[in-house]
């Protein structure tokens, strides 16, 4: 007999104690890393994207340990204060958590990790709520798909769907026809859902993927460097794609 599918009741206490062993155990693991790797790195990401960040953790998963998201779980595992601290002046890096950032365990030597960094940029779909980078503008004619290469116009059945997005078209030949030009956006102001929904669609990325480097912490001297230079905003000429 196959089991119900009715909800079920879940005893909040057994929520908050899951929770609490999940966070003791990631403090755990945490701490260990701290005592495993050279150097602890404190970062930030601009346009974050789940799919990119799994990319660097991937890329370096044999020669580091990347945490990212629940700040106060990393700052409470590596101790804010020099009596809390886990290792020998690593609160002074543990103080800086806040908001969206991570942390970054590796030996491998500073200069590489940097140059790495600022070398792995992934342009990508703004969404609603970015700044629009550059203005665009879609001339006359058949609207078109920038991604495909060449270039195609888009089929007469997502004609429709263009139109609700507020591209006034008509159908020409099959093929949907602007017959005016059509500001799709204007540098410096804010996008929209249905704005984002049109970049995507013929294929135009205005933000950029990136991690930038904060604060770097080195086991053997107890010192915190401070990196000059960070994620950026969002609306980082993405396209250096274009």
């Excluded at 953790?57 to 580091?64: E, I, M, Q, T």
């Excluded at 970049?199 to 993927?209: H, P």
Aim: net charge positive; proline share 5%.
């Amino acid at each position: 007999m196959p089991k119900s599918r009715r909800s079920k009741i879940v005893s909040l206490t057994k929520v908050s104690k899951k929770t609490k062993e999940h966070k003791n155990a990631m403090m755990t693991e945490i701490q260990e890393n701290s005592e495993k790797w050279r150097y602890c790195w404190l970062f930030e990401v601009g346009a974050m994207r789940n799919a990119h960040l799994k990319i660097v953790r991937k890329l370096w998963k044999d020669s580091a340990r990347m945490f990212f998201g629940r700040g106060a779980v990393m700052a409470k595992a590596l101790g804010t204060t020099p009596e809390e601290e886990h290792r020998l002046g690593i609160h002074k890096l543990a103080k800086q958590i806040k908001g969206q950032v991570g942390i970054f365990f590796t030996d491998t030597e500073p200069q590489e990790v940097i140059e790495w960094f600022d070398d792995f940029k992934q342009p990508d779909f703004a969404r609603s709520g970015n700044v629009a980078t550059r203005t665009v503008i879609l001339p006359e004619g058949p609207v078109m798909r920038k991604h495909s290469d060449p270039p195609e116009p888009f089929p007469h059945n997502e004609e429709p769907q263009l139109r609700k997005l507020g591209l006034t078209t008509s159908l020409n030949r099959g093929v949907p026809t602007l017959t005016a030009p059509h500001k799709l956006c204007e540098k410096g102001k804010v996008l929209t859902a249905e704005q984002t929904q049109l970049l995507k669609l013929i294929g135009e990325k205005m933000v950029v993927f990136r991690v930038g480097l904060l604060a770097r912490w080195d086991s053997t001297t107890g010192e915190v460097i401070q990196i000059e230079g960070k994620a950026g905003d969002e609306e980082e000429e993405a396209a250096m794609s274009e």
